[in-house]
């Protein structure tokens, strides 16, 4: 018998469309929460016209006393690069908002997988 062959198959997560054959593949709990959690919405853009845009909120039980945070990923990259802070910030009561929905008071947590680099909050 070959590997794998007395395993029952794979079951898929039940994604849209938009999100790609390979996103119903995912397996790993805090991939899975963030990938179910997206959104895909068209923001206007001035001179452009609407964008189609994937985006997250987070949305706290408890929300703090707090701006709330606009999380921006790099160049190819995805949302999943949050995937292990998201439960993290929501049990600390902090919003994560949509880029067309971010007040002008947001925090911006810029994050770089590079190994040498700290994590920043900045704050219009």
């Not at 029952?8 to 179910?36: F, I, S, Y």
Request: hydrophobic share 35%.
């Amino acid at each position: 018998m070959g590997q794998g062959e007395d395993q029952p198959p794979k079951e898929l997560l039940d994604l849209p469309a938009w999100q790609g054959e390979e996103a119903r593949e995912l397996e790993e709990p805090e991939a899975v929460a963030n990938v179910k959690s997206m959104r895909l919405e068209p923001i206007e853009v001035p001179g452009v016209g609407p964008v189609d845009t994937c985006f997250m909120s987070l949305k706290p039980d408890a929300p703090a006393d707090a701006p709330p945070l606009l999380l921006i990923h790099g160049f190819d990259s995805s949302l999943l690069e949050f995937r292990y802070i998201t439960s993290a910030l929501l049990e600390a009561g902090l919003r994560g908002t949509p880029p067309h929905a971010a007040p002008s008071s947001s925090a911006v947590l810029e994050l770089d997988p590079s190994p040498t680099r700290t994590p920043t909050l900045t704050q219009p």
